[in-house]
């Protein structure tokens, strides 16, 4: 049977630019990875990972003309914002090698023994090991920040765990080429270059997570895919953890009085984040909850104008246009559904963006206008009036996990009742509560978390910011183990001056 092409194709026009690649059979698969299995070793020494890390920002960065290029060519999102994407993957690898450097991490607690304590306390040491072979499969809508150099490729690294990234099929040259950095950065810092390695193929993605040498998976992209993925991972005779990001709604709240204070500044600021690189973000503010009443119809006239004077945009493959297409010409067909500016087809290429709108009342119980309740990839958001903040709760009581919630209340808190309760019942719907902001853009800091209740993602774990390395490693204990048998991180006189606990108290 003939090799498959792996083709890098034109979002703007549908044509095809250059075959990049091939996709990889079930034996290609396996020897990926048993050859990052065999190298996992290399990456036990912390100062060469860090230096691994840095060395792949900068060399992202010296590559950044090529890199940018090759993105904007396969995905349309421009080289505005590719460049700014191109920043925030740098900064995250050099954010890891922080990490890496302090040791924090390693979660080091030693107690020693104590043999007044019922049961009586052996010596104990415990801190945290890599799980193994990482499988990353990469996003559609973040070609760097959140595929080949992305934050689930970089965090796992920084754990020292070898990565097999599965490519997008939307932007395989530029998979091609980030990879190719990695793996210089990896040679230019002594380690082997097969601590990073891309395969490419829907059947090859099935396979590696099958595969009995991966040890752990992360994933972007669609609840449909990642449930599918997610399913494989726990059915394998040994299951592994599957960290997924597979949608979200993000919905928002506006008070009465918020609306009443400043609704023209929300519906603006609404319409820009809405329609935000084409409405492709996974933190788009998809479904906003807004009053009825003069002022609620003021914020959606401030809105119409935003995203009136938004212009077509290409979305970043024809299925994803179609589907769009079609999910806004369902859903606006629904009863009491309008379209005060209509979302859909603006070309054989491109689309336009919108909003509905729909009474509250419609969402409270089970019905068809669930589909209003699901997300719809690209630059439309839902926008139901209600009529009382019962409607508010029975609304948010019906809609499943996100990554983030949004309250827009009034600036002076004491003069808005609602604001409280609100936000207390957003508070259970997402990992992320955002309040009087918008939630596209998602800082890289040590306190923010990217995940949410599912759908919004397959586990309790953050894919952005420091922490997001904990989901590639395991707690390992050693009792009453003699000190030349102890590793490194955890010997008495700590050689290697990590932070810990001793004896519960930080040392």
């Known amino acids: 049977m003939s090799a498959v092409q792996v083709w890098s194709v034109d979002p703007r026009t549908g044509n095809p630019r250059e075959q990049v690649a091939v996709e990889a059979t079930a034996e290609e698969v396996d020897r990926a990875v048993r050859s990052a299995h065999a190298v996992r ?16 920002a900068e060399l992202l960065e010296e590559s950044g003309e090529r890199v940018i290029e090759a993105a904007d060519a396969e995905t349309a999102l421009g080289p505005a914002r590719l460049t700014g994407e191109l920043a925030r993957t740098a900064a995250q690898f050099r954010a890891f090698a922080e990490v890496v450097d302090e040791g924090a991490y390693l979660d080091v607690h030693i107690d020693h023994p104590d043999a007044s304590r019922t049961p009586p306390w052996p010596d104990l040491r415990r801190y945290k090991i890599p799980l193994g072979v990482v499988a990353v499969y990469a996003a559609s809508n973040f070609p760097l920040a959140f595929s080949v150099p992305g934050g689930d490729t ?8 070898p990565v097999v990234v599965k490519a997008h099929p939307d ?26 390695t891309v395969v490419h193929g829907f059947d090859a993605g099935v396979e590696l997570i099958r595969h009995p040498l991966v040890s752990a998976a992360g994933f972007t992209g669609s609840v449909r895919g990642g449930r599918a993925l997610y399913d494989a991972a726990a059915a394998r005779p040994t299951p592994i953890p599957f960290h997924g990001e597979l949608g979200s709604l993000n919905p928002v709240v506006v008070t009465a009085a918020a609306a009443a204070e400043r609704a023209g500044e929300i519906g603006t600021g609404l319409g820009g984040s809405m329609t935000l690189g084409v409405g492709q973000f996974c933190t788009k503010p998809g479904f906003v909850l807004v009053p009825e009443g003069a002022a609620g119809d003021q914020l959606l006239k401030s809105l119409a104008g935003t995203v009136g004077s938004t212009g077509s945009g290409v979305l970043l493959d024809h299925r994803m246009r179609d589907a769009f297409v079609a999910g806004v010409r369902e859903r606006a067909a629904l009863p009491d559904v309008d379209a005060p500016v209509p ?7 491109s689309v336009s963006a919108g909003y509905l709108t729909v009474p509250a009342a419609r969402l409270t119980a089970e019905g068809p206008h669930d589909a209003l309740l699901e997300e719809c990839f690209g630059p439309v958001a839902v926008i139901a009036r209600y009529a009382s903040v019962d409607e508010i709760t029975a609304v948010l009581a019906r809609l499943p996990g996100n990554l983030t919630a949004t309250l827009q209340t009034a600036t002076d808190e004491t003069g808005d009742p609602d604001a409280g ?40 774990s953050t894919s952005v910011g420091a922490t997001a390395i904990e989901r590639w490693l395991r707690p390992v204990t050693y009792q009453s183990t003699p000190e030349t048998l102890l590793p490194p991180e955890l010997r008495e006189d700590n050689p290697l001056g990590l932070p810990r606990r001793v004896d519960g108290r930080r040392a």
């Open 41 to 56: 070793d290399a990456l036990a020494d912390r100062v060469a990972r860090a230096a691994f890390l840095r060395a792949a």
């Open 154 to 161: 970089a965090s796992a690294l920084a754990a020292g765990c």
């Open 421 to 460: 309760p609100l936000l207390a019942a957003l508070t259970p719907l997402a990992g992320r509560i955002l309040v009087n902001g918008w939630p596209t853009g998602v800082a890289v800091a040590p306190a923010q978390h990217h995940g949410g209740p599912y759908p919004a993602t397959t586990s309790t």
């Open 343 to 349: 979302p859909g087809a603006a070309g054989e290429h």
């Open 171 to 196: 932007h395989p040259a530029t998979s091609e080429l980030c990879a190719s950095v990695l793996r210089r950065a990896a040679a230019r810092t002594g380690l082997p270059e097969d601590v990073l």
